[in-house]
C-alpha cells in the first residue's frame, strides 16, 4: 500500500464511514470520538487476546518501553463516566517498566479498565486519587470544595480508590457499604494500619456530612462507618506500591461483593511480569484510533481552532502510518514542504 506523505485537508475523514463528513461529526472533543468507536474496537481487541494478538501487542510494548519518552498517544481509555477518557502517552506507559513509581494517572486508568472488564461500572464507584487524598489529608475548607454533588454513593455498593501518602507511596482504599467498613490498606508493611482505617472512616463520615450540609445529599450518612484491615501480600521493594494497589484493587472487583482473597506474589521477578500485564491492558483497551486521530492531541481537529475552520494541516509517519496535525508538531509550512519530498517519521519512530 502506498503511503502518502501529502498533508490532507483534512486527510483523515477519507477513512471514515461513507456518508460521514466532518460537520456531521456531533463533537470534535476527540473523547467522543474515541467513544464512539468503542463498542467495535474492544470486541475486536478481546477477539485479538484470544487469538495470539497478545504477541503484537507484548512485542509493541517491548518498543514503546526501550524508545526515549515522547509525547505521543499510545491509548486512549474510556472511564466508567461516560465521554471522559485517559489519553495516555508514551512517557506515561513507560512509567510501568521495572523499578519505575507508577503515575496516579496509570493506577486510576487501570482501576477503570478492571471495572469495565468485570461490568462494575454501576456497582462500584471509582473515586479519583485527588479528591480521595483532599478528603482525608486536607482540611475542612478544601474538602468542601469537592463535594460531587451529582454523584448518588448510595447507588453504588462500594467506592474504591487510592492516595497519594507523602508524594512518594500510593495505599489503596476500599469502601464497602453493605459491611460500613472502610479499608485504607497499605502495600508495604505498616503496624498502624486498623488506626489508619479508622481515621479514613471518620474523614469520610464527616465528608458525607458535609454533602449533606452543603447540597443537601443523604446518601451514605446514616451509615456508621468503621475501620476494617484486609490480609494483602506486601511489596518487597521501594518501587512497586503502585502495582500493589493495582492488584488490589484487582481482586476486590473480581469477587465483589465478595470478600476477596488477596493472593498474589510481590517478588521482583512477578512485579516485572505484573508491570508488564497491567501496561498490556491498557494497550489493548484502547479505543484510540490512529487512522482519525492525531497522535499528538488525541483529536480530530488541533486544540483551539474553531468549529467553522475547514482546512487542517495532516501528516502521516512513513513508520507506523501515525497521523498528526502539523500544528500540534508545530511544524511550518516550509518543513511541511520538506517532510513531503523526503520520508518523515513521528518522534516515536525517529532514529
Ligand atoms: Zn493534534
Ligand atoms: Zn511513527
Redesign the pocket.
Known amino acids: 500500500m502506498q503511503k502518502t506523505k501529502t498533508p490532507k485537508a483534512p486527510a483523515p475523514l477519507k477513512k471514515q464511514a461513507p456518508g460521514q463528513t466532518e460537520a456531521h461529526i456531533p463533537s470534535q472533543d476527540p473523547k467522543d470520538k474515541a467513544r464512539q468507536g468503542q463498542s467495535s474496537e474492544m470486541t475486536e481487541h478481546a477477539e485479538d487476546d484470544a487469538q495470539g494478538g497478545k504477541l503484537d501487542a507484548s512485542s509493541e510494548l517491548t518498543a514503546l518501553w526501550e524508545k526515549k519518552d515522547t509525547e505521543v498517544v499510545v491509548s486512549v481509555v474510556p472511564t466508567q463516566i461516560r465521554g471522559n477518557s485517559f489519553t495516555i502517552y508514551h512517557s506515561d506507559i513507560r512509567t510501568l517498566r521495572p523499578h519505575q513509581w507508577l503515575t496516579g494517572k496509570i493506577i486510576e486508568c487501570l482501576f477503570h479498565i478492571h471495572a469495565n472488564k468485570c461490568k462494575l461500572g454501576t456497582r462500584i464507584y471509582i473515586l479519583n486519587h485527588y479528591t480521595a487524598g483532599v478528603i482525608l489529608f486536607r482540611k475542612r475548607e478544601e474538602v468542601r470544595k469537592h463535594t460531587l454533588s451529582k454523584i448518588q454513593f448510595d447507588s453504588y455498593g462500594a467506592i474504591v480508590s487510592f492516595v497519594n501518602v507523602g508524594n512518594i507511596h500510593w495505599t489503596f482504599l476500599y469502601i464497602n457499604a453493605e459491611e460500613s467498613t472502610m479499608y485504607l490498606a497499605d502495600p508495604a508493611r505498616n503496624s498502624a494500619v486498623q488506626a489508619e482505617s479508622d481515621n479514613a472512616a471518620k474523614k469520610f463520615s464527616d465528608y458525607f456530612k458535609m454533602r449533606r450540609t452543603c447540597c443537601s445529599k443523604t446518601d451514605w450518612v446514616d451509615i456508621t462507618w468503621k475501620g476494617g484491615v484486609m490480609k494483602h501480600p506486601v511489596q518487597q521493594d521501594g518501587n512497586s506500591c503502585g502495582v500493589v494497589v493495582c492488584m488490589m484493587a484487582k481482586k476486590v472487583m473480581e469477587v465483589f461483593p465478595k470478600t476477596p482473597k488477596m493472593t498474589f506474589g510481590t517478588t521482583t521477578r512477578e512485579m516485572a511480569h505484573q508491570r508488564k500485564v497491567l501496561a498490556l491492558e491498557i494497550l489493548t483497551a484502547s479505543v484510540f484510533d490512529k487512522e482519525v486521530n492525531c497522535a499528538m492531541c488525541a483529536a480530530i481537529k488541533p486544540p483551539g481552532s474553531v468549529t467553522h475552520q475547514t482546512h487542517t494541516d495532516w501528516i502521516q509517519?512513513d513508520?507506523?502510518s501515525?497521523w498528526c496535525h502539523t500544528q500540534c508538531l508545530q511544524m511550518d509550512q516550509k518543513c511541511l514542504k520538506e517532510a513531503q519530498v523526503g520520508d518523515w517519521?513521528?518522534s516515536?519512530?525517529t532514529k
Open positions: 509517519c513508520s507506523c501515525r517519521d513521528c516515536l519512530c
